[in-house]
T-cell receptor, first 113, second 109 residues
Framework: EPEVTQTPSHQVTQMGQEVILRCVPISNHLYFYWYRQILGQKVEFLVSFYNNEISEKSEIFDDQFSVERPDGSNFTLKIRSTKLEDSAMYFC???????????FGPGTRLTVT | RKEVEQDPGPFNVPEGATVAFNCTYS??????FFWYRQDCRKEPKLLMSVYSSGNEDGRFTAQLNRASQYISLLIRDSKLSDSATYLCVVSSGTYKYIFGTGTRLKVLA
């Protein structure tokens, strides 16, 4: 079964540092997403990406965040200057329109100290 | 009003019991509806899509009431392995997902 993969599984970084979270969506999917889940809270939408550009972003997705699809397979989320409150699980998801649902990757746990 | 609202639980039920979860959503333009299951510190996994006609998958039955903006999930003959958090998810034309807070279920031996 095709799957979304994410690396690293856990990233520890110091406040103010830049981090890049990586995702490999399912190969024939066209829509890509990032969500985050702070411990004990609900999953929140960050950004959607289609046709090499952002199609929608939430209030959380401020100037510190950016996304990129640098090649045909990877989809990245960059946080330029991390804050303590960025500590969360970050899930990548992809969607193919021929199916009903989005497929989620296993997540990257980001810890900002 | 929250976009997607669920009772957080926890629901503690004995094995074999029937349990029902409810969810309400605020955006009447919502088009797609899902129940996802999330185990502790793992990614959400699709349990089932929810259709207007209602749908069943083994021990799981989902219902959608568009007029009341209400979605339900019924689990029959619950198993220990059903213990998880059940996430109500709503999507509109932009395909982004809006999640509820989730309902925790613990099935007791």
């Amino acid at each position: 079964e095709p799957e979304v993969t994410q690396t690293p599984s856990h990233q520890v970084t110091q406040m103010g540092q830049e981090v890049i979270l990586r995702c490999v969506p399912i190969s024939n999917h066209l829509y890509f997403y990032w969500y985050r889940q702070i411990l004990g809270q609900k999953v929140e939408f960050l950004v959607s990406f289609y046709n090499n550009e952002i199609s929608e972003k939430s209030e959380i997705f401020d100037d510190q965040f950016s996304v990129e699809r640098p090649d045909g397979s990877n989809f990245t989320l960059k946080i330029r200057s991390t804050k303590l409150e960025d500590s969360a699980m970050y899930f990548c998801a992809s969607f193919g329109r021929t199916e009903d649902e989005q497929y989620f990757g296993p997540g990257t746990r980001l810890t900002v100290t | 009003r929250k976009e997607v609202e669920q009772d957080p639980g926890p629901f503690n039920v004995p094995e074999g019991a029937t349990v029902a979860f409810n969810c309400t959503y605020s955006n009447s333009a919502s088009q797609s509806f899902f129940w996802y299951r999330q185990d502790c510190r793992k990614e959400p996994k699709l349990l089932m899509s929810v259709y207007s006609s209602g749908n069943e998958d083994g021990r799981f039955t989902a219902q959608l009431n568009r007029a009341s903006q209400y979605i339900s999930l019924l689990i029959r003959d619950s198993k220990l392995s059903d213990s998880a958090t059940y996430l109500c998810v709503v999507s509109s034309g932009t395909y982004k997902y809006i999640f509820g807070t989730g309902t925790r279920l613990k099935v007791l031996a």
